[in-house]
């Protein structure tokens, strides 16, 4: 399984355009990458889902480079109600035993006011 | 997107008792499920593998006779915790993956466990 290393806590602004950036150097060929979004005492939320260069959805952008070990995902203009961790997924395809993802520490995204 | 239920979603339970946790998929067919516990502050553990029909497959170090699986159905899983001890307190999370969709992983609202 593909190990994700993502920074622990972030701060922004509220109007701000925040970027979380996460390392998976051992993606396999066949691993999509994915962005959940988690608020206390909830279950993980769906953000953005990729496999190589960008992707961009009503809500955030998904930036892959070529190598694929490692992505961005971009939200524009956060507000208050961004403050939420935000966990980086690498997983197969065929979602066997084998290709179970798993998740890392996430990343803490404090938005002030 | 599809949607996870899971009942209840909090539960109160005197030590040594059994505590079951439904998850079901709303409007999807799941031969995939997953559970996992999380504590405060951190990261969701993956717990098991639900597949419909058979049986679960358990993550190393957690134990199978404690945490019972069935996935008896396309659209239920459910997770029986046995003989609860307040270490097991925690706040549970399933996911089911769409079977029609194997690329997203949909979750469900999560359980808190007490466990008193």
């Known amino acids: 399984l593909a190990k994700t290393t993502q920074p622990i806590s972030m701060d922004s602004y509220e109007g701000q355009e925040v970027n979380i950036t996460c390392s998976h150097n051992?993606?396999?060929?066949?691993?999509?990458i994915t962005w959940y979004q988690q608020f206390p005492s909830q279950g993980p939320r769906f953000i953005i889902q990729?496999?190589?260069t960008k992707v961009t959805n009503e809500v955030a952008s998904l930036f892959i480079p070529a190598d694929r070990k490692s992505s961005t995902l971009s939200l524009p203009r956060v507000s208050l109600s961004d403050t939420a961790v935000y966990y980086c997924?690498?997983?197969?395809?065929?979602?066997?035993?084998?290709?179970?993802?798993?998740f890392g520490d996430g990343t803490t995204l404090t938005v002030k006011p | 997107g599809a949607v996870v239920s899971q009942h209840p979603s909090r539960v109160i339970c005197k030590s040594g008792t059994s505590v079951k946790i439904e998850c079901r998929s709303l409007d999807f067919q799941a031969t995939t499920m997953f559970w996992y516990r999380q504590f405060p502050k951190k990261s969701l553990m993956l717990m098991a593998t639900?597949?419909?029909?058979?049986?679960?497959?358990?993550e190393q170090g957690v134990e199978k006779d404690k945490f019972l699986i069935n996935h008896a159905s396309l659209t239920l899983s459910t997770l029986t915790v046995t003989s609860a001890h307040p270490e097991d307190s925690s706040f549970y999370i399933c996911?089911?993956?769409?079977?029609?969709?194997?690329?997203?992983?949909?979750f469900g609202p999560g359980t808190r466990l007490t466990v008193l």
């Open positions: 990729g496999y190589k």
């Open positions: 997924l690498v997983g197969g395809v065929r979602w066997t035993n084998a290709g179970k993802s798993t």
């Open positions: 996911s089911a993956r769409d079977s029609q969709s194997y690329n997203e992983q949909f």
């Open positions: 051992n993606i396999a060929t066949n691993d999509y």
């Open positions: 639900s597949n419909e029909g058979s049986k679960a497959t358990y």
